[in-house]
């Protein structure tokens, strides 16, 4: 994906960033802890595509272990509905910084 780095995470593992905005971590080659918007994060944990985070949920993480060669198609697609809204995310940081508000 453009733009993505990687970097060590600070609770162990590696650490996915977009213009350093983390959008995923994994702990391992089989668990992945993905940030998502909120709309997202419904959607997976509804249709039983992920589960809770332990300790982030408000913040819209999601957890995700894979467990059978199945499971990747299911990863892909969170992986790059989180990278998608880490990318909003950014554009709206960027939109801030050039038209601050009038006060």
Same mark, same amino acid.
């Given at each position: 994906?453009?733009?993505v780095s990687e970097a060590s995470h600070r609770f162990g593992g ?10 995923? %971590?994994? %702990? ?13 994060? $419904?959607?997976? +944990? !509804? $249709?039983?595509? /992920? +589960?809770? %985070?332990?300790? /982030? ?14 499971? +990747?198609?299911? /990863? ?9 809204? $880490? ?6 940081? #960027?939109?801030? #910084?050039?038209?601050? !508000?009038?006060?």
């Amino acid at each position: 994906m453009p733009e993505v780095s990687e970097a060590s995470h600070r609770f162990g593992g590696t650490e996915f960033q977009v213009s350093r905005i983390e959008f995923m %971590h994994s %702990h391992g080659t089989s668990w992945l802890d993905i940030r998502l918007s909120k709309e997202d994060q $419904a959607s997976v +944990l !509804k $249709a039983g595509e /992920a +589960l809770p %985070h332990r300790f /982030a949920p408000q913040a819209g993480w999601v957890s995700f272990r894979i467990e059978r060669p199945e499971d +990747l198609a299911i /990863a892909k697609k969170i992986i790059h509905m989180s990278y998608q809204n $880490a990318k909003k995310n950014l554009e709206d940081i #960027r939109s801030r #910084r050039t038209h601050p !508000k009038l006060g």
